[in-house]
């Protein structure tokens, strides 16, 4: 008699141990980062979160990184996972503004995020609240072939007459000045920010993707001008636009081009393709209007909780695990990219020190074109920009075209 | 009491079962039917109104919708884009025709009794069995610029190769040439079903009157391809308007919306990365239907002329 109710009791335990985990919280995640670092990054993430918070079990579901951006207006309505992975900036104001995501302003200030992430900030800023927390987020700027540049005796420009000069110098050697692809066109939009950014400022690309300045404004005209003294001599490579950017590295790797307007995350593939660091450099884009203070481009990547989430109250503890300046020194160890957290420690990579050091000293942080203006504005621009780099005559109709749709998405 | 009570059920249950019983033949069909009906109005049907609703509206599919009237089609009927891929499906309708001569030649010249004739009919027709997206993906490198045959052919003097897909005034062709490559292969296997039907006394007669080559190919041989090459104009004009997934997989319809169709500029600006203007897509959708009603219309009506001379 006693043995049975022994035996049932321990049964009872064991049943009720078994079902712990079930009873505490199922946490789903849904994550664009399909290319083996992000996968390998998040999956330690991951683990130490689980470690941390043994009561509960994440699920994480893995999206590739184009076919995302069109499923996560379907699950943010439909079935919304817990957390879900996006980017900062005027890309999250549609899902902001209809109420898609929710405000994690206590996370920011029960965490200290305002001081720790003072940077992305404003970033993640709308109507005054924090709608996501940032994690990682990369330099722009030239990389460029140094032992091309060393052979041919040309000195890293840092001013714009001295950035032709090494143009043309490269081009009477043969060697094709830039490369790009402009396939997916974003790559041109990358080129004509910094255009922006140094022949006008910070605030220039501010107004004119909030709509406050025309396209056929003269300051724009003036980027424009700037472009087409690298487009009419043929220092870009031709027949960019068949090329996707991962295809326009190929020039680069095989010596027959010597720079690339890029993200820093071009860095993994050239070195897999067999470039050492004695062979590739990072030089910051080189000033054009003197005096005007030297802003960068550094796009951020995110985590937001969906209004819809069935377990926000451990969504909060992932953000906030994942906002740790321990949690970004060693995401963005395996990412090569920067950490959001200003405590965190930065990888000891060259391009990932050289990154630190100018977003540290730049006089502004802007997200990208395409993530700072509207969609529909960014499409029709980075076209314009396409067109523009193929034929540059036409110019004022690109301009003029542009103008119109500005008339239509910012009503 | 109780005898007129029985009557009267039973007269009941003879009256509700003479009902089914007497309409049998009109509602037997109409069941049969049911599913179909009720899948084809859900999902075809209903879809065409919703769309055409939706076209009045402003709404990127999130938010609330917002009537405008007819603004999204003011807007369409000045739209530069808009008569771009209006061009780019004429030019796709008219330049896909050449798949059904293409193919009847082929055709003709593969029917023949030959040892191992049959392989190289599959071999022909191998194209056809290929995923439009792995047809795209092999023309956009044959149309490389640095690697791609073409370029090949073109360093053999020494000449500079014209980047098809990155060239606005080549790239719609360049993507029609690809296209052409399966659907020709598709033709002419309708073309060679068809030729197995034509009749060896006709041939021997026209043979005996002294027609050869050309005339024997016009007045005997077509005539009785009718059949064959209707259904083959037919599947090219469908082929033509789905040009979607090759547009999609060589060039986006880029390089700057060069090459993009009607189907392709629909998709982009209501469901792209960059688009969610599901008001201004549908307009776009409404104006292609309307388009296709034309082709339709002639289809059903050609049909239903030959129905009712064979019936």
């Known amino acids: ?411 | 009491m109780s005898m007129s009570n029985d009557s009267m059920a039973i007269h009941t249950s003879a009256n509700k079962q003479s009902f089914l019983r007497k309409n049998k033949l009109a509602i037997a069909p109409w069941l049969f039917l049911a599913p179909g009906l009720i899948m084809f109005i859900l999902y075809v049907i209903a879809p065409i109104f919703q769309s055409i609703w939706i076209s009045f509206f402003e709404w990127d599919g999130l938010s609330e919708k917002t009537w405008v009237g007819m603004a999204n089609y003011h807007e369409l009927f000045e739209d530069r884009d808009f008569y771009r891929s209006l061009k780019n499906n004429v030019i796709w309708l008219v330049m896909y025709m050449l798949a059904v001569p293409i193919g009847l030649f082929i055709a003709l010249f593969l029917n023949q009794n030959v040892w191992g004739i049959r392989l190289y009919k599959s071999l022909f027709f191998f194209p056809f069995v290929i995923s439009q997206v792995v047809v795209g993906l092999v023309f956009s490198w044959f149309y490389d610029p640095s690697n791609g045959i073409i370029a090949l052919i073109y360093s053999l003097w020494d000449g500079k190769p014209p980047a098809i897909l990155a060239n606005e005034d080549y790239v719609t062709y360049g993507i029609i040439a690809a296209g052409l490559w399966p659907q020709i292969a598709y033709c002419m296997i309708l073309f060679l079903t068809g030729l197995n039907n034509v009749s060896p006394d006709q041939v021997e007669a026209g043979r005996l009157d002294g027609a050869k080559g050309w005339r024997m190919l016009w007045h005997v041989i077509l005539p009785q391809l009718r059949p064959a090459t209707f259904i083959a104009v037919v599947v090219t004009v469908i082929g033509a308007l789905r040009s979607f997934d090759l547009i999609s997989i060589m060039t986006q319809g880029g390089p700057y919306g060069s090459s993009r169709v009607l189907a392709y500029y629909m998709y982009e600006t209501a469901l792209s990365e960059y688009g969610y203007r599901m008001g201004y897509g549908a307009a776009i959708a409404v104006i292609l239907f309307l388009i296709m009603m034309v082709y339709i219309s002639f289809l059903l009506w050609r049909m239903y002329q030959q129905e009712k001379s064979g019936g």
Not at chain 1, 330 to 351: C, H, T
């Open chain 1, 1 to 411: 008699m006693f043995k049975h109710i022994a035996k049932t009791a321990s049964a009872i335990a064991a049943a009720s141990l078994l079902s712990a985990p079930a009873l505490a919280g199922e946490l789903v995640i849904n994550y664009d980062g399909s290319d083996p670092a992000p996968k390998e990054a998040f999956s330690m993430v991951i683990g130490k979160f689980e470690e941390a918070n043994p009561d509960i079990t994440v699920k994480w579901n893995l999206f590739d990184h184009e076919g995302y951006k069109t499923s996560i207006r379907n699950f943010l309505t439909a079935d919304a996972p817990d957390v879900a992975a996006w980017y900062a900036g005027n890309r999250m104001a549609p899902f902001v503004n209809a109420g898609l995501f929710d405000d994690v302003s206590d996370v920011w200030a029960d965490n200290g995020l305002m001081d720790s992430m003072a940077s992305t900030a404003s970033s993640m800023t709308i109507d005054g609240k924090q709608w996501g927390v940032p994690y990682t987020y990369y330099q722009w700027g030239i990389y460029y072939r140094k032992d091309i540049f060393a052979d041919l005796g040309i000195e890293v420009p840092t001013n714009w007459e001295d950035f032709l000069a090494a143009c043309a110098k490269l081009k009477e050697n043969d060697i094709t000045p830039i490369t790009i692809g402009t396939k997916y066109l974003w790559t041109a939009a990358g080129v004509f920010d910094y255009l922006n950014l140094r022949t006008n400022g910070y605030d220039v690309h501010n107004d004119l993707t909030a709509g406050k300045i025309k396209y056929t404004d003269d300051r724009i005209k003036n980027v424009f001008a700037k472009w087409a003294e690298l487009v009419e001599p043929g220092y870009f490579i031709e027949n960019h636009q068949a090329y996707s950017w991962q295809e326009a590295l190929a020039p680069m790797v095989q010596g027959e081009a010597a720079m690339y307007v890029m993200g820093n995350f071009a860095v993994a593939p050239l070195r897999e393709a067999g470039l050492t660091d004695d062979q590739l450099g990072f030089m910051q884009f080189p000033a054009i209007t003197p005096g005007i203070p030297m802003a960068e481009e550094a796009p951020t990547d995110t985590f937001h909780i969906p209004a819809n989430a069935k377990n926000k109250e451990d969504a909060r503890k992932f953000l906030a695990f994942l906002a740790s300046a321990d949690v970004q020194t060693e995401v963005n160890k395996i990412l090569g990219q920067l950490p959001a957290n200003k405590n965190s420690e930065v990888a000891d990579d060259p391009f990932i020190k050289a990154g630190f050091e100018l977003l540290s000293n730049a006089a502004g942080l802007a997200q990208f074109y395409d993530r700072d203006a509207p969609a529909a504005m960014a499409k029709a621009g980075m076209e314009g920009f396409q067109e523009f780099m193929t034929k540059p005559e036409r110019v004022d109709e690109i301009l003029m075209r542009l103008d119109k749709v500005q008339e239509k998405v910012y009503k």
